[in-house]
């Protein structure tokens, strides 16, 4: 690879700032991530759901060191940006947040997603100020680096769900106040909301297509003033998807209709060449 983290970095940066916005692939592996660059996309992100789906583990069940393991292998498997998704940060504390920002940084990602959610049942949104004190520390954290690390605060009232736009309109204001570079509420799908929005910050806005209920196309994303459009764990997804039909396929009427559709291992292996060892 020949492409400095610095450099990436600052790729990262101007696709944020210029141009007419752009959408995030999300790989799970070495492989997909290969092949997204391949397909021409501009940015990666890794997808906690399929990270945990490519562990055989349901998804917000991963720890830390792992996933720094993980991020590490993504970000020198191309020459793109990475941005992790960081789920909450892997600590309730401002101080493990900061850390975890730090230790994915070492390990080659240029920026990362800071969730909100607190897992306390009956109050699963963490408290306003704490949760601006954990993007203050992850912002603080992104500034010490040698190269511009993007911080993306994440709003998760849609999720929850609690889906209260004035409230998640709050919430990001206040991470825009704290540092954030990118505002994220994942789970909104209604293009007037989404619109609003866009309107109430002055960062960059990025937003997950790949949910119940979206209607939107990429472009119509971007029209609506949307900044980056991420796919989540929908390519993973789809891969296991296809898994899961040729297994249902072959215990249901013994055929194997799912191998002629399979991509030719030729392919791969020429797709896949230029990292030969």
Same mark, same amino acid.
């Given at each position: 690879?020949?492409?400095?983290?610095?450099?990436?970095?600052?790729?990262?940066?101007?696709?944020?700032?210029?141009?007419?916005? =752009?959408?995030?692939?999300?790989? *799970?592996?070495?492989?997909?991530?290969?092949?997204?660059?391949? $397909?021409?996309?501009?940015?990666?992100?890794?997808?906690?759901?399929?990270?945990?789906?490519?562990?055989?583990?349901?998804? =917000?069940?991963?720890?830390?060191?792992?996933?720094?393991? %993980?991020?590490?292998?993504?970000?020198?498997?191309?020459?793109?940006?990475?941005?992790?998704?960081?789920?909450?940060? =892997?600590?309730?504390?401002?101080?493990?947040?900061?850390?975890?920002?730090?230790?994915?940084?070492?390990?080659?990602?240029?920026?990362?997603?800071?969730?909100?959610?607190?897992?306390?049942?009956?109050?699963?949104?963490? !408290?306003?100020?704490?949760? /601006?004190?954990?993007?203050?520390?992850?912002? !603080?954290?992104?500034?010490?680096?040698?190269?511009? =690390?993007?911080?993306?605060?994440?709003?998760?009232?849609?999720?929850?769900? +609690?889906?209260?736009?004035?409230?998640?309109?709050?919430?990001? +204001? %206040?991470?825009?106040?704290?540092?954030?570079? /990118?505002?994220?509420?994942?789970?909104?799908?209604?293009?007037?909301?989404?619109?609003?929005?866009?309107?109430?910050?002055?960062?960059?806005?990025?937003?997950?297509?790949?949910?119940?209920?979206? +209607?939107?196309?990429? +472009?119509?994303?971007? !029209?609506?003033?949307?900044?980056?459009?991420?796919?989540?764990?929908?390519?993973?997804?789809? $891969?296991?998807?296809?898994?899961?039909? $040729?297994?249902?396929?072959?215990?249901?009427?013994?055929?194997?209709?799912?191998?002629?559709?399979?991509?030719?291992?030729?392919?791969?292996? $020429?797709?896949?060449?230029? *990292?030969?060892?």
């Amino acid at each position: 690879m020949n492409t400095s983290q610095t450099e990436r970095a600052l790729q990262f940066q101007s696709l944020h700032a210029t141009g007419p916005g =752009f959408v995030v692939a999300n790989p *799970w592996d070495v492989g997909s991530a290969r092949l997204l660059a391949l $397909a021409g996309f501009k940015a990666l992100a890794s997808t906690s759901a399929g990270y945990c789906f490519s562990n055989g583990m349901p998804d =917000f069940s991963a720890l830390r060191e792992p996933v720094l393991t %993980h991020l590490a292998a993504l970000a020198s498997a191309t020459d793109l940006p990475l941005t992790a998704d960081l789920e909450d940060g =892997f600590g309730a504390t401002p101080k493990e947040v900061a850390e975890t920002i730090r230790l994915a940084a070492a390990a080659g990602v240029v920026g990362a997603s800071v969730e909100d959610h607190s897992g306390v049942a009956g109050a699963p949104l963490t !408290d306003l100020a704490q949760a /601006v004190d954990r993007v203050r520390a992850a912002v !603080d954290a992104a500034r010490s680096m040698p190269f511009p =690390f993007m911080v993306t605060a994440r709003a998760e009232n849609f999720m929850l769900p +609690q889906p209260d736009l004035a409230a998640t309109i709050t919430r990001l +204001q %206040h991470y825009q106040d704290a540092g954030a570079d /990118v505002l994220f509420a994942p789970g909104i799908t209604d293009p007037q909301q989404i619109a609003t929005l866009v309107r109430a910050v002055d960062r960059p806005v990025n937003l997950l297509i790949s949910v119940p209920g979206m +209607q939107l196309g990429v +472009q119509q994303a971007l !029209d609506l003033g949307v900044r980056r459009v991420s796919l989540g764990g929908s390519l993973a997804r789809a $891969a296991y998807g296809e898994l899961l039909r $040729a297994v249902t396929e072959l215990q249901t009427t013994g055929t194997l209709d799912y191998a002629a559709k399979a991509v030719p291992g030729a392919r791969l292996n $020429a797709l896949f060449e230029p *990292w030969r060892r």
